[in-house]
């Protein structure tokens, strides 16, 4: 994309002492550039006592089982149809790249600022260490980055982003070396995550009635994978003293396919918006991964899956810490639009209109900055 785009449209900024004293500060002095009380308060979180629902459980041993297939596979279909969300249990996934994960993020936020940002955002760049900032500014030209300093609102929270596949895009400017293991551990998960993507996928399109090389040749393009593309986020969300007051991640839908989130901690913190407007708190299974709906996968679904908005608010007590794994629908062609079967299948019309790759990822960029949803300007009439 021409960095004159993501000039407009990026909302990351280093983390400086500036901003924020000690970054997080733990006191109740909430720093102004924090604050988003009115937007916490006027939003209406579904109570434990209510949360009669959970979020759907998806079992890949299930799945896998000839016997219970079918039945799981249906459950699979019900939760993105449905929730656009659910947490996926005996994955398979190797131990030992979610443990070597695991440590090496927890490793790399419990560093010093400084060391941290030897991999800090640069002006104008989403890769690299740094947080969001939303609001009406761009960013500023002072040398720390900056943003606004005065009317931009700052996520409560640290991350690390990272373009990881294909492996020849990845810049390695941006890959931390400290701790010295962190670098190997995106890799191998990246790897891992891409074929904990790949086993699911099957199972959707059998679920959506089309042929699963067709959905995976979307992700994967028609050869060994070497189309994909996978952006990758480590996100740190520092306890907050008051909770009320801050935000951990701006509400928002993932633009890609599929996005697959691992905790490294029980701490609660990601909310799901459901069809009445409330936000339902997830509780995440120990040792699960908590899987969503991106945008594009809602594109090539014809709208038969959705793509949810959510939201993290920090805990008061205890920090979060979450590896996500963005596996793009980008590959094989240049277009995003609904897959061509399910249209013919069904007599269905199509509910997204195609578009370009590129201007849907400009577009996505820009609507995200605006606080606008960009899917929706796609929608056809007949949906
Ligand atoms: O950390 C989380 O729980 C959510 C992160 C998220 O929504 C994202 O990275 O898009
Ligand atoms: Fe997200």
């Not at 009669?52 to 019900?78: F, I, W």
Request: hydrophobic share 40%; with cysteine.
């Amino acid at each position: 994309m021409d960095p004159a785009d993501y000039n407009m449209v990026v909302k990351r900024d280093r983390v400086t002492d500036a901003v924020a004293p000690s970054g997080f500060p733990d006191t109740v002095e909430i720093p102004e550039r924090f604050i988003r009380t009115d937007e916490v308060r006027a939003s209406v979180v579904v109570g434990e006592e209510e949360a009669a629902y959970e979020l759907p459980v998806v079992d890949m041993a299930s799945l896998l089982d000839p016997e219970l297939s079918a039945s799981e596979t249906a459950k699979l279909g019900s939760a993105c149809r449905d929730w656009g969300f659910f947490q996926l249990t005996n994955h398979g996934v190797d131990e030992a790249v979610m443990q070597q994960m695991k440590d090496s993020a927890a490793q790399f936020f419990s560093l010093p600022l400084e060391s941290k940002n030897a991999v800090a955002v640069r002006r104008g760049g989403l890769q690299g260490f740094g947080h969001h900032f939303n609001g009406p500014a761009a960013a500023s030209d002072d040398a720390g980055g900056g943003g606004d300093q005065h009317s931009a609102k700052l996520d409560w929270a640290e991350c690390l982003l990272l373009d990881t596949q294909p492996v020849e895009s990845r810049n390695m400017e941006f890959w931390p070396t400290d701790p010295p293991a962190f670098r190997d551990a995106l890799d191998a998960y990246s790897a891992e995550m891409a074929s904990l993507a790949r086993r699911l996928l099957g199972f959707m399109a059998a679920d959506l009635g089309v042929n699963q090389e067709a959905l995976k040749a979307a992700f994967f393009g028609g050869g060994g994978g070497d189309e994909m593309r996978q952006t990758m986020g480590v996100h740190h969300y520092p306890p907050c003293r008051r909770p009320d007051t801050v935000i951990g991640m701006t509400p928002h839908t993932d633009a890609f396919g599929l996005t697959l989130l691992l905790h490294l901690d029980d701490t609660p913190g990601l909310q799901v918006r459901r069809g009445d407007g409330r936000w339902f708190p997830v509780r995440p299974l120990p040792g699960a991964f908590v899987v969503n709906v991106g945008d594009a996968l809602d594109v090539l679904s014809n709208a038969a899956y959705r793509s949810v908005e959510h939201r993290v608010l920090p805990h008061a007590h205890r920090a979060r810490t979450t590896v996500v794994v963005f596996q793009d629908a980008s590959a094989g062609g240049g277009v995003l639009a609904p897959l061509p079967e399910l249209l013919l299948a069904g007599d269905e019309p199509p509910r997204y209109r195609s578009i370009e790759k590129l201007q849907y990822s400009k577009g996505y960029l820009r609507a995200l900055g605006q606080g606008t949803n960009f899917l929706h300007t796609l929608k056809t009439s007949s949906r």
